[in-house]
């Protein structure tokens, strides 16, 4: 297994936008620190976006604000952080993290990528409903709101 090499273009936002255009329940949001800027993808649903706000925004704010900059040991001295694995199966990879609940985070002045463990999964998993019987097509009792169902299923899958 290959490892990343710093400021090697594994992947670029433009693609990850591609990627993750179709699905409805995943969010993009782009956020300048004095002259880095940075773009966060994660599922709603699927993630504390309390904790998201409260604490990994301000934290990556006063790392770039002491340092000036922002590189993978800086961010993984302060929080739990880890990079791609395997720059073949990047698409592979980054679905399985946003949709397992991980905050990525692409640094565009290294042209890295970056996953936070942030999960925040529904209260229940996918189960058969209680009241009435299936004999053919899904089984699982998907009652909430839509956004919880839409996270029941990704958490099946």
Not at 12 to 38: A, N, P
Not at 74 to 92: C, F, G, P, R, W
Not at 143 to 148: L, P
């Amino acid at each position: 297994m290959k490892k990343v090499q710093p400021n090697k273009k594994v992947v670029s936002i433009e693609q990850l936008k591609i990627w993750f255009e179709g699905s409805s329940d995943t969010v993009i949001k782009t956020r300048d620190y004095q002259d880095h800027t940075l773009d966060f993808l994660y599922c709603p649903q699927l993630v504390d976006m309390k904790f998201i706000n409260e604490f990994i925004f301000p934290t990556i704010n006063e790392v770039i604000e002491k340092n000036g900059h922002l590189d993978f040991e800086l961010l993984n001295n302060v929080l739990e952080a880890s990079k791609l694995k395997d720059i073949h199966n990047v698409k592979t990879e980054t679905e399985e993290k946003l949709f397992s609940g991980e905050l990525i985070i692409f640094n565009h002045h290294l042209n890295e990528l970056y996953f936070l463990p942030v999960s925040n999964l529904p209260k229940r998993g996918p189960e058969e409903s209680n009241m009435e019987s299936s004999i053919r097509g899904p089984r699982d009792g998907l009652v909430e709101n839509i956004s919880d169902n839409m996270a029941l299923i990704r958490q099946r899958l």
